[in-house]
């Protein structure tokens, strides 16, 4: 299973939540929020899209 981490850097751009194939992103309060972690299948969009380096993904 992978593990998600959004820094304190995320401000709720959205972003990820529209680039994921799997759909694995919410936004919550204003913040991305990997609701579904256990349906990403580590191809790093999220890491690679997100403006302000917020998202990390580790297996």
Do not use: F, W
């Amino acid at each position: 299973m992978s593990k998600i981490t959004v820094s304190d850097a995320c401000d709720g751009c959205g972003v990820c939540v529209d680039i994921c194939p799997m759909n694995v992103y919410d936004l919550v309060d204003n913040r991305s929020v990997p609701e579904r972690v256990d349906d990403c299948i580590m191809c790093m969009a999220c890491v690679n899209a997100c403006p302000n380096q917020a998202i990390t993904v580790e297996e």
